[in-house]
C-alpha cells in the first residue's frame, strides 16, 4: 500500500513541469583555473541526474541522434573570465563524442571570431577534432532568408540555419544593464545580425518571439548554464566587484525554465550583497514570463523540479 507521504510526493512531482538541474564543486576551481577535470565530472553527473533513466547517454541517445552535426552556441562578449569557459565547452563536447558523435561534427561557436579567441577559444574549421568559429569566419556568415515572427526581423547565422542539426545553448550566468538577465534567450541575440535593434523595454518581448522560431527553439535540445563565475551586477560586462565564484553548472531541456532559476540565482546573490532584486532595481528580466506565457517554456519558479548536488 503506498503511504500517504509517497502520495503527496507524487503528487507534488506531477505538478512539477520542468527540471534543472544545479551541480556544484569546491573544486572546480584550482589556483584561479578552471579545472577540466572537474568541469567533465561536473556535466556528467548534471547530465545523470536530467535523464529520466538516470543516465546520461539515454538522455543523448533521444537528444542527439548519432550522424547529426551538433551546434554548442557559447557566449564569449567580454573576454576570459566572464565568457562560457572553453574547460566546460570542451567537456561537454567530449561527452557528445563519447555517446558516439565524431569530433568534426560537434562545432563550438560564437557570433566573432575575436571574442571566441579572447575567450581561450582556438577557432579551428578543418579536420577530425572538434571545430571551433564563428559566424563572421570566412565562409559562414548570415543565411540570406529573413526570419520574422512578430516584433523581430533577422538575418540569422548559417551555423545555427545550415550547418547544424541541433544545439546545446551554451551561456555565461550574468546579469545585464538592459535585459536583467544574460540567460538561454539572451544569448540568441548572438544568432543574427541586428540584436542592438532589440534592447528597448528590457529587451521584451524580442528574446521571446525570436526564440519562438522555429529555426531556433525547434533545433535546441539542451540548455546549459557555465555558472563558476558568476557576475551578478554590472553586467554583461566584468566587474570583480560584483563578481563571485558560484562553482556551479546548471542543465535543462527548457531553456525558460533555466532562466527561471539563473533568474533566481541572481536575486538571492544581489540580496546577500546588498543589492535590490532586479525587479526593484528597474531591469526586471521580463522575457521570461512573456516566454512562458507564450508557451515556450515554464517560468513559474514553484513549477520547476529544481536540483541541487555537490561532487
Known sequence: MTSNLAKIKLIIMAQKLAKVIEVRSASIIEGGKINPAEA????EVGLDN?????????LLDQLFPLKETI???VNTLVGKIMSTSPEMAYSLAEILHRQGHKKKNIIIWDRREDELSRAGYKITTRGSDYHCFAT???????????????????????IQTELTDSVVNFPILKDHS???????????????????????????????????????KGKQKLAVFDAVRVQFNGGP???P?????????????????????ALEIIDRLRTQNGLAKLKDSGREAISINTSGNAGLGCAELDKIEWIVTEV
Not at 567533465?40 to 556535466?43: A, G, I, Q
Not at 563572421?136 to 548559417?158: C, H, M, N, P, Q
Request: with cysteine; proline share 3%.
Open 40 to 43: 567533465l565530472k561536473m556535466l
Open 241 to 261: 566587484r560584483w563578481a563571485t565564484d558560484y562553482k556551479a553548472v546548471l542543465l535543462a531541456t527548457d531553456a525558460v525554465a533555466l532562466d527561471r532559476v
Open 178 to 216: 538592459l535585459a536583467g538577465l544574460s540567460g538561454c534567450l539572451k544569448n540568441y541575440f548572438g544568432v543574427i545580425h541586428n540584436p542592438n535593434k532589440y534592447h528597448e523595454n528590457n529587451c521584451d518581448p524580442y528574446q521571446a518571439d525570436l526564440y519562438s522560431m522555429n529555426i531556433i
Open 237 to 239: 560586462g566584468y566587474v
Open 136 to 158: 563572421d569566419t570566412r565562409g559562414v556568415g548570415f543565411a540570406r532568408e529573413l526570419f520574422s515572427y512578430k516584433t523581430v526581423g533577422s538575418l540569422i547565422s548559417r
Open 50 to 58: 536530467l535523464s529520466p533513466t538516470g543516465v546520461s547517454y539515454d
Open 71 to 73: 551546434g554548442i552556441k
